[in-house]
């Protein structure tokens, strides 16, 4: 039996992961000769085991929550951003932080930050658990709230229709996010947000002159190519768009 083994393009790491990943070796790297302290690690810097399990072998420890890193140990953030309580957890453990958060994450951080000073409810398109929800959503507890589905976009209900704002988690299918998205905009139609949305030009492809060119769009490409698009991905991004892109486009797709 032969197989024809077709290459996704662009494929790899994004440039937010590739920095953090960065991030972390030099922290590794930075330590003084003889220095063995471990270098933690706030959540799977990258959904790969070989990735992972080198930074391992090299002193990294990875872990789930700030507590479970030692008074005064290094300390580095991963790409999906952390809510401003695990900020203050960390001053208060005197932790050495090296915050490795995407530019592009931060970039929502802010939008949602300043959307809260000016009194409005924040619809975060996103889905629950996920770190970057949990760090964005932790800027303003308050005034954000989460939106998962089209359904959600139907049912929810905000104290202001006038004051509304939307973002999204970057790392979504844009095919779902807009079917959101355009929900929310018939019920609130004086809400405002980002023009291009917030999903990243790594996943969507759209900061590089076409929406075919991004991750997603190389999983909706192998969507038109084969039957069944097996991927080799994490636990973690078990709602992987890349799933959803290429059943969205008629491919069963799965997670390997
Ligand atoms: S926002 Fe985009 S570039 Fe940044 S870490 Fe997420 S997927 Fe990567």
Redesign the pocket.
């Known amino acids: 039996m032969s197989f024809v083994v077709l290459l996704a393009a662009p494929r790899g790491f994004?440039?937010?992961?590739e920095r953090a990943i960065r991030t972390v070796e030099l922290a590794l790297d930075g330590r003084a000769p003889g220095d063995e302290r471990p270098v933690y690690v706030r959540h799977e810097i990258v959904h790969n085991k070989v990735v992972v399990d080198d930074l391992r072998a090299r002193g990294a420890v990875f872990v789930e929550d700030t507590s479970e890193i030692p008074t005064g140990a290094t300390a580095v953030f991963s790409?999906h951003g952390i809510s401003p309580r695990v900020r203050d957890e960390a001053v208060v453990r005197g932790l050495v932080t090296l915050d490795a958060t995407?530019p592009?994450?931060s970039r929502v951080h802010a939008a949602v930050l300043r959307y809260a000073g000016r009194g409005y409810t924040i619809l975060f398109v996103g889905h629950a658990g996920h770190p970057e929800v949990e760090g964005v959503m932790g800027e303003a507890p308050d005034q954000v709230k989460l939106v998962q589905t089209a359904a959600d976009a139907e049912r929810i209900e905000v104290a202001d229709p006038t004051r509304v704002a939307y973002a999204t988690q970057?790392?979504l299918s844009l095919d779902d996010v807009s079917a959101i998205v355009d929900t929310l905009r018939r019920r609130f139609p004086a809400m405002v947000g980002p023009e291009a949305g917030d999903v990243?030009?790594?996943?969507s492809g759209a900061g590089a002159g076409s929406a075919a060119r991004g991750r997603r769009g190389a999983g909706a490409r192998l969507a038109q190519l084969v039957q069944l698009e097996s991927l080799a991905r994490g636990g973690r991004d078990g709602r992987c768009a890349w799933v959803s892109t290429g059943n969205c486009r008629g491919a069963r797709s799965q997670l390997a």
Not at 14 to 17: N, Q, S
Not at 200 to 203: G, N
Request: net charge neutral.
């Open positions: 994004c440039a937010g992961v790409a995407c592009l994450v970057t790392t990243c030009y790594a996943t």
